[in-house]
């Protein structure tokens, strides 16, 4: 799997950065234990069709 994101023209892209502002943005996570409205932090990157593209996948992040 890694290997075809990495193969596909533009790349996937995988990103495990938290948001700015740090608000919870049901967008592109879904949250993990608890609800919140601030990330905490991150357990699953989110998964682009390349940078700065559509979401493939919600990333997972537990709130504070």
């Not at 919140?36 to 559509?54: A, K, Q, R, S």
Request: hydrophobic residues 40%; contains cysteine; charged residues 20%.
């Amino acid at each position: 799997m890694c290997w075809f994101m990495q193969t596909t023209r533009p790349p996937i892209h995988l990103s495990a950065r938290i948001p700015d502002d740090g608000r919870m943005n049901n967008d592109i996570f879904r949250a993990y234990m608890k609800s919140g409205t601030e990330v905490d932090y991150i357990v699953w990157p989110v998964m682009y069709l390349y940078e700065n593209g559509p979401v493939l996948n919600k990333g997972i992040a537990q709130p504070k």
